[in-house]
């Protein structure tokens, strides 16, 4: 054990980051009138919050890993779940997941929460624009109205 070196507690360079933190805080607590931290009491909290961050960020890429080997391997659906973290108390709870819901527009059209539309307009497209575009795809979509009657024949 000789050749081994000391383990030492990371130390805070004086780099000014405390500093600022210490500042933009003490700012905060004015604006609120709550009591402000100073410099020892602000390098205290921020040496806690990196090992949390640190704690937090494995524990997700972690389970985000699992859920990619479900969905690499071809499980069926039942087998993905849902996660809610908090390693303050510490809870971990595991939940079923559901189908989303659709919402019919009519048959054979529907869209969920999780759809997205792409609108190709101008650089003035305006909601009302949108509008009456769809309006109009819709009705001739449906042929309910020849185009006639609407002025564009």
Partial sequence: FRNCKKVMPIQYRNNGH????????????KMYSIEPADHFKTKCIAGKIVPAIATSTAVVSGLVALEMIKVTGGYPFEAYKNCFLNLAIPVIV??????????EIRSGISFTIWDRWIIHGKED???LDFIITKIFTTILLCNTIPLHILGMM
Avoid: G, M, P, Y
């Avoid at 405390?18 to 607590?29: E, K, M, R």
């Fill in 18 to 29: 405390i500093d600022f933190i210490t500042a933009a805080s003490s700012l905060h607590a």
């Fill in 94 to 103: 595991f939940t079923e997941t559901s189908e989303v819901r659709k919402t």
């Fill in 125 to 127: 497209f305006t909601l």
